[in-house]
C-alpha cells in the first residue's frame, strides 16, 4: 500500500495533465477544421467576384444593356452563363439588371424580375457589395417562392462615357453553404454560423439567427489574433469554445462546443485511481498465487534438470495455462526417460545384430569354399562330369555372393544365368536351348544381380517344362531410348505352353499372397526402387504361344564412364 498510493497520486497528477494537453490537441484540430472550411469559402466568394470582373468587359452584355442585344448576343451570354455555373456548385442565380428590373438571368429559378429598390439605391455609392442572407423570389408551379440566398452585386460602367450601364449580380444558396460546414462539425453541443464585417448572422445553423448581431465580432476583434483563434464564452448557461476563422473578405467563420468541466474530470479520475488500486491489490494476490509460485517451483524443476536430476516429480499444477506447462514439461521429462532407455537399448541390439550378421556371412562362405574342395576332389577322382557341374554351382554361389556388393556387371549376370542353364539341363531330359544376344557396349553396365536367372528359371520351370519336345530360350540385351532417357532393355522370351497374362499381372500388382509370382514381383520392385518409376518389369505372355518378359533399367553417362575407366 505504501508503494501503490505514492505511484496512483503520480499517476493521477500526470493523467490530469494528460487530459489537458489532449483538450489542447483537440482545441487545435477544431480550428484547423474551421481553416480548411474558411478558405473553401474564400474560394466560392473570390469566383464570384472574379465572374463579375470579367462581366464588365463583356461586349455582349454591353449591347444588351444599351438595348442593341440580338440573338447571338443572348445566346453567346447564355453559354458564358452555363460555363460559370457548371464550375460553382454554390451558386443559385446570376444575371445582369439596368437598374429596375432583370433582363437577362441563368440559375436553378427564375426571379422575380424586379430589383430590388434598396440594394439600386446602395449601388449609386458603392461599386460591388455583399449582402446578407435575403429571401429571393422566384417563381415555381404558378406560385411565388422564396429563397434564402447571399448575393453579390456590382456596378456595370460604360468605359467610354464614365458612366454607370447597369449591373450584375450572383446569388449563392445560404442552404448549400450551411449544409456544407455543417458537414464538417458535429451536432451535438455546437452551433456554428457565418457572420459578415458587421456582425450580422449571414449563415446559421438555426434560421431563427439569420440577419441578428449575436456579439461576437465584437468580442474577437478584442482579441489579440484576430485572423484566427478560440476563446471561452457562456453559451447557453454554459462554459464554451468559441473558434473564429477570418475570412478575406472580412466575414468571419464561427463555431461553438460546450467546455466539459474540468473538476468532473478530476473526480472521474481519482475514483478510477481508487478502482485501480483495489484491483491492482487484488490481481497481484491473484497472480503471486497463480502465476508466480507455480513458474519459480517450475523453475527450480528445470535447475534440478539442468544439473543432471531426471528422475520423474510431480509438481502441483492448477487447470490453468501455467497448470498446462508444467504438466506439458513432466509429460517431456517422461518421454526423455523414455527415449534415453530406448536409445540405450537400441544399442545393444545393434551391437548384437552386428555380431549376428559377421556369423552370418562366414556361412556362405563356408559353403563356397566346401563346394570348391569337393570339384577338385571329384577332378582328381576323373569323375569330369560332377566336377563340371559343381564348378557351375560353385560360379553361382560366388555371383550371388559377389563379396556382399548388390549389382554385377551385364556380363556377369549372362554367366551367372548359362551356369544356372548348364545345371538345369543336366536334370531334365527334354532338350532345351539358351541363346543369348548382347550389345558389346552393354557388356561392362552395373545392373542389380539376379536379374536374369530368375527369368530363366521361370521360362523353364512354368514355360517349357511342361512342353513335350523342350524349347528355346532367347536372352536379348539393347540399349533403349524412351522419354529422351537412356534405358538398359534386358528381354527373356520362350516359345513354352503360355499362360494367363491378366491373371499373372493381377498377381503381381497383388499383395494378398505373396507366394504368386513371388520372383517377377520382387525383380519389378528392385528395379523400380534403383532406376525409378519409369522402369521395372513388363510381362506378355499367352496360351501355346509363349512368354515374353522385359525388364527396363536406368543407364547413365557416368556409368559408362566407369566403364571405359575399368581396367
Not at 483538450?23 to 478558405?39: N, T
Not at 485572423?227 to 448557461?237: K, M, N, P
Not at 473564429?244 to 461553438?256: E, K, P
Not at 559377389?402 to 556387371?409: D, I, M, P, V, Y
Request: net charge negative; proline share 2%.
Amino acid at each position: 500500500m505504501c508503494i501503490l498510493l505514492p505511484f496512483s497520486l503520480v499517476g493521477g497528477i500526470i493523467s490530469n495533465k494528460m487530459v489537458s494537453q489532449e483538450k489542447d490537441s483537440q482545441r487545435v484540430y477544431e480550428l484547423s477544421v474551421l481553416e480548411e472550411l474558411a478558405a473553401e469559402l474564400d474560394n466560392v466568394l473570390e469566383q464570384a467576384r472574379q465572374f463579375t470582373n470579367t462581366c464588365q468587359g463583356n461586349a455582349n452584355i454591353s449591347r444588351i444593356l444599351n438595348n442593341r442585344g440580338k440573338s447571338k448576343d443572348y445566346l453567346a451570354l447564355a453559354d458564358f452563363f452555363e460555363e460559370e455555373f457548371n464550375q460553382n456548385d454554390y451558386w443559385f442565380a446570376a444575371g445582369i439588371g439596368d437598374g429596375e428590373k432583370i433582363v437577362f438571368q441563368r440559375g436553378d429559378k427564375y426571379l422575380n424580375d424586379e430589383m430590388d429598390p434598396a440594394q439600386m439605391e446602395r449601388l449609386e455609392n458603392e461599386t460591388s457589395f455583399w449582402t446578407g442572407a435575403q429571401k429571393a423570389e422566384y417563381w415555381e408551379y404558378g406560385k411565388l417562392q422564396q429563397e434564402q440566398v447571399i448575393t453579390l452585386y456590382s456596378n456595370i460602367y460604360n468605359v467610354y462615357r464614365n458612366s454607370r450601364m447597369g449591373e450584375v449580380f450572383v446569388c449563392l444558396s445560404e442552404e448549400k453553404l450551411r449544409i456544407r460546414y455543417l458537414s464538417y462539425l458535429p451536432e451535438d453541443g455546437r452551433d456554428s454560423m457565418i457572420i459578415n464585417e458587421k456582425g450580422e448572422v449571414i449563415s446559421s445553423r438555426w434560421k431563427r439567427d439569420l440577419g441578428k448581431n449575436k456579439g461576437y465580432l465584437e468580442t474577437i476583434l478584442q482579441q489579440e489574433d484576430q485572423e484566427s483563434g478560440y476563446f471561452r464564452i457562456r453559451w447557453r448557461d454554459t462554459d464554451a469554445w468559441l473558434y473564429y476563422v477570418r475570412c478575406q473578405n472580412g466575414w468571419y467563420l464561427i463555431s461553438i462546443m460546450e467546455n466539459s468541466g474540468t473538476n468532473s474530470g478530476i473526480i472521474f479520475m481519482l475514483v478510477s485511481v481508487g478502482v485501480c488500486l483495489v484491483f491492482g491489490m487484488t490481481y497481484a494476490w491473484i497472480q503471486n498465487r497463480y502465476i508466480i509460485a507455480p513458474l519459480k517451483r517450475l523453475s527450480i524443476r528445470m535447475n534440478r534438470v539442468k544439473w543432471g536430476e531426471m528422475e520423474q516429480s510431480s509438481l502441483p499444477s492448477n487447470e490453468d495455462e501455467i497448470g498446462s506447462i508444467i504438466r506439458n514439461f513432466e509429460d517431456m521429462m517422461d518421454k526423455i526417460n523414455h527415449l534415453v532407455n530406448q536409445v540405450y537399448l537400441e544399442k545393444i541390439k545393434t551391437q548384437e545384430a552386428e555380431r549376428e550378421g559377421l556369423l552370418t556371412q562366414m556361412k556362405p562362405h563356408f559353403l563356397y569354399n566346401t563346394l570348391d574342395s569337393i570339384h577338385w576332389t571329384a577332378i582328381r577322382n576323373r569323375d569330369y562330369e560332377v566336377g563340371r557341374q559343381l564348378e557351375a554351382l560353385s560360379e553361382i554361389f560366388k555371383h550371388v555372393l559377389n563379396f556382399g556388393k548388390e549389382t554385377l556387371c551385364i556380363q556377369e549376370e549372362l554367366d551367372l544365368a548359362q551356369s544356372y542353364f548348364y545345371l538345369v539341363k543336366k536334370r531334365y531330359s527334354v532338350p532345351v536351348e539358351l541363346e543369348i544376344s548382347v550389345e558389346e557396349e552393354l557388356k561392362e553396365a552395373e545392373i542389380p544381380k539376379l536379374i536374369v536367372q530368375p527369368l530363366v528359371e521361370n521360362a523353364i520351370v512354368h514355360g517349357l517344362e511342361e512342353k513335350e519336345n523342350g524349347g528355346k530360350i532367347l536372352v536379348r540385351v539393347r540399349k533403349r531410348i524412351k522419354n529422351r532417357e537412356q534405358l538398359v532393355e534386358i528381354t527373356v522370351a520362350d516359345n513354352g505352353v503360355g499362360t494367363d497374362q491378366a491373371r499373372v499381372r493381377a498377381w503381381m500388382r497383388s499383395e494378398s499372397d505373396p507366394s504368386n509370382a513371388f520372383a517377377l514381383r520382387n525383380i519389378d520392385e528392385r528395379v523400380r526402387l534403383t532406376s525409378g518409376e519409369n522402369c521395372g518389369l513388363r510381362f506378355y505372355s499367352r496360351k501355346g504361344a509363349g512368354t515374353i518378359v522385359k525388364v527396363l533399367l536406368r543407364y547413365s553417362e557416368q556409368t559408362e564412364k566407369q566403364m571405359r575407366i575399368s581396367p
